[in-house]
């Protein structure tokens, strides 16, 4: 097959990660032959802000006050630097876009702008607002087993003052690390939790944006979808899953979500990634 036919995966991490921790699904994707890009947003990977605070011994107070370098960047500025990834991407042939939680918001106002760059979107059981704004899904029936107080003794700083959102995933404290395991991965091993807690960065930035970032029938409605389901997600629970899946077929009728499901937490697909990976190269059949 001509490598201009063969389609690229780009693939949008959710909050405070990056494009680290795509790479064990990066390696299943290429040894299945396919070609993949993982995308790092403004202010993370290694243009993340990681002071000296946040080192062992830790300084609290320094860490609640440390500047990020996140702060100021929007969800526009999301849009635009994944668009300029998809730019770079489409010369070489067929674009699937892959987000993940948080990244869903991007991936969507992306798709608003510019839905000719993108053959396929899929959503990785990812937020991608349609009848509310994405912060109003939080007060739903659907968001009530999640508890917005959980992290609560992990945050750092002042959000308003900092003009950033910081959580501190270097604690040693029992009961955030529980938290932090039960609605990431509460299916995985200690270890396996650890490690993919120490990919994390600590600060994420404040613009999840407005009614005018929501999907539009126009444009995000004209490209085909998909959207895999985590059943054992408890950070966005099924019951919220299948509420986007239900407005976006709603808003374009006429091409609805291709739905599977993948079973595990909000990160086991990314942790055992074989079986997600054997589900987007199947997903990847038609862009060719």
């Known amino acids: 097959m001509s490598r201009q036919m063969q389609p690229t995966f780009v693939l949008v991490h959710g909050a405070f990660s990056n494009s680290f921790a795509f790479a064990p699904l990066q390696a299943e994707l290429g040894l299945l032959g396919h070609r993949s890009v993982a995308v790092d947003l403004p202010g993370h990977g290694f243009r993340a802000t990681y002071t000296r605070a946040y080192q062992t011994p830790q300084d609290l107070e320094g860490l609640a006050a440390a500047p990020g370098s996140i702060k100021g960047v929007t969800l526009a500025d999301n ?9 770079r991407a489409k010369r070489n042939g067929p674009v699937i876009l892959v987000s993940h939680s948080r990244g869903g918001i991007t991936a969507t106002a992306a798709a608003n702008l510019r839905p000719d760059l993108i ?6 059981s990812a937020w991608c607002p349609v009848d509310l704004d994405a912060g109003a899904y939080y007060a739903e029936p659907e968001m009530a087993t999640v508890d917005p107080t959980a992290f ?3 945050l750092a700083g002042d959000p308003a003052e900092l003009g950033l959102l910081r959580v501190n995933f270097r604690t040693a404290d029992p009961a955030a690390l529980s938290a932090f395991k039960a609605a990431f991965l509460a299916d995985g091993t200690d270890e396996e939790f650890l490690t993919f807690l120490n990919t994390f960065q600590p600060d994420e930035n404040l613009d999840v944006g407005t009614s005018s970032d929501r999907a539009q029938a126009e444009t995000w409605g004209r490209i085909p979808k998909s959207y895999v389901r985590l059943a054992g997600d408890t950070s966005l629970p099924l019951a919220l899953q299948d509420r986007l899946i239900r407005e976006g077929n709603a808003l374009t009728p006429d091409n609805p979500y291709d ?5 595990g937490s909000h990160l086991k697909w990314l942790v055992a990634p074989a079986p997600a990976a054997r589900l987007l190269g199947e997903l990847a059949a038609p862009a060719r």
């Open 152 to 154: 609560a003794s992990a």
């Open 119 to 124: 053959d396929r979107i899929v959503y990785v």
């Open 259 to 263: 739905v599977h499901t993948l079973e």
């Open 79 to 87: 849009a635009a630097h994944l668009i300029a990834t998809l730019e």
